[in-house]
T-cell receptor, first 117, second 115 residues
Framework: DTEVTQTPKHLVMGMTNKKSLKCEQH?????MYWYKQKAKKPPELMFV???????INESVPSRFSPECPNSSLLNLHLHALQPEDSALYLC????????????????FGPGTRLTVL | GENVEQHPSTLSVQEGDSAVIKCTYS??????FPWYKQELGKGPQLIID?????GEKKDQRIAVTLNKTAKHFSLHITETQPEDSAVYFC??????????????FGAGTRLFVKA
């Protein structure tokens, strides 16, 4: 089973709202990722968690706040977003080669389509 | 850092023909090259991958070739079908000090298969 699930599928929010995106995997993967994808562009890395610790933050604005409560779950908390933050938000997960500390193949979820009004 | 270039940006073929998408990468430390297919409204799905110790890999109608010397890798789809229509992304995973956690994507190729 190579399934990553994401909720909600669609989200519309105002610029003053607070909302959260959720991601779950049960493949035993210890690396989890958040990507942002604009139309007709490749996915753009935002955050990486390895062993439930934030290991990469690609200089993402603080209005995006990631959280990894356990090895299966990944959240992205949203607050005071801007219309230009409207995009498809993708979660991914991968195994970590313990002896190398390196990541294996990333498997993506279906994404959350976010619209900021 | 790593940079991946992908060509063409759009490819239109007749059903049954072959399609080839080409990518080049810049970081010689990259040793893992996945290909993803993304259909409209869905997340990218891995379709095939290749590691740097292998020159070619095939899975039914899909094959990938890697030329490490030239830093080129290509996706070949034979006997294309309308359901192959999608956006295809190549990617490179540099090992370096980011340990492969940063996957660098090409810009994508929009493939249209005409019935």
């Amino acid at each position: 089973d190579t399934e990553v699930t994401q909720t909600p599928k669609h989200l519309v929010m105002g610029m003053t709202n607070k909302k959260s995106l959720k991601c779950e995997q049960h493949m035993g993967h210890r690396a989890m990722y958040w990507y942002k994808q604009k139309a007709k562009k490749p996915p753009e890395l935002m955050f990486v968690y390895s062993y439930e610790k934030l290991s990469i933050n690609e200089s993402v604005p603080s209005r995006f706040s990631p959280e990894c409560p356990n090895s299966s779950l990944l959240n992205l908390h949203l607050h005071a977003l801007q219309p230009e933050d409207s995009a498809l938000y993708l979660c991914a997960s991968s195994l970590i080669f313990r002896d190398q500390g390196a990541a294996d193949t990333q498997y993506f979820g279906p994404g959350t389509r976010l619209t900021v009004l | 850092g790593e940079n991946v270039e992908q060509h063409p940006s759009t490819l239109s073929v007749q059903e049954g023909d072959s399609a080839v998408i080409k990518c080049t990468y810049s970081d010689s430390a990259s040793n893992y090259f996945p290909w993803y297919k993304q259909e409209l409204g869905k997340g990218p799905q891995l379709i095939i991958d290749i590691r740097s110790n292998v020159g070619e890999k095939k899975d039914q109608r899909i094959a990938v070739t890697l030329n490490k010397t030239a830093k080129h890798f290509s996706l070949h789809i034979t006997e294309t079908q309308p359901e192959d229509s999608a956006v295809y992304f190549c990617a490179a995973s540099p090992r370096g000090n980011t340990g492969g956690f940063k996957t660098i994507f090409g810009a994508g190729t929009r493939l249209f298969v005409k019935a």
